[in-house]
T-cell receptor
């Protein structure tokens, strides 16, 4: 299995620009998670989907952030407009179930907003 | 109080020693606990899970859970330089979400 695939691996953009991060989960996994990791705040869950439906988006920091999962093999996390404080590593993870099921993380996207 | 607390470290141990990593949590109702390892610049990967009080061993790794005292620990025996990484403690919280601690950085020196 190819594992969770994320693109791009690195993104450098200027404040105010729109940023779109992409994720392909492991085939057969019904749950998809978006996390953000910073030195200050650690690893935080932003949103997760079950069977393409958003279940909990309470971790999404503000309206500038949005996430979609149009089908079982693709999800996007969009930031519009981006700000320097959005600079972080964004991870996508997938699992067969939630809770105690093992989550498999993608390689992450390192976002730098200038 | 954070839901999952870890000492950020770094914890420095000599090669061959036992590394002891600790984690405390605030929700007494938590039932499922995990240890993830994250190498610098890489993504987290699950190394141990534990659900019952007591010890669980897997090779050089032992996870310990004490629900009465609300702590989880990870012991790494015969530490190797390749064990140098950040170790994240996690538990299943509300809405079946994983909640991570800030992580403890372990450095194993030859």
């Amino acid at each position: 299995d190819a594992g969770v695939i994320q693109s791009p691996r690195h993104e450098v953009t200027e404040m105010g620009q729109e940023v779109t991060l992409r994720c392909k989960p492991i085939s057969g996994h019904d749950y998809l998670f978006w996390y953000r990791q910073t030195m200050m705040r650690g690893l935080e869950l932003l949103i997760y989907f079950n069977n393409n439906v958003p279940i909990d988006d309470s971790g999404m920091p503000e309206d500038r952030f949005s996430a979609k999962m149009p089908n079982a093999s693709f999800s996007t996390l969009k930031i519009q407009p981006s700000e320097p404080r959005d600079s972080a590593v964004y991870f996508c993870a997938s699992s067969r179930g939630t809770g105690a099921d093992t989550q498999y993380f993608g390689p992450g996207t390192r976002l730098t907003v200038l | 109080q954070k839901e999952v607390e870890q000492n950020s470290g770094p914890l420095s141990v000599p090669e061959g020693a036992i590394a002891s990593l600790n984690c405390t949590y605030s929700d007494r109702g938590s039932q499922s606990f995990f240890w993830y390892r994250q190498y610098s610049g890489k993504s987290p990967e699950l190394i141990m899970s534990i659900y019952s009080n007591g010890d669980k061993e897997d090779g050089r790794f032992t996870a310990q859970l004490n629900k009465a005292s609300q702590y989880v620990s990870l012991l790494i025996r015969d530490s190797q330089p390749s064990d140098s990484a950040t170790y994240l403690c996690a538990l299943v919280g509300g809405y079946n979400k994983l909640i991570f601690g800030a992580g403890t950085r372990l450095a194993v020196h030859p």
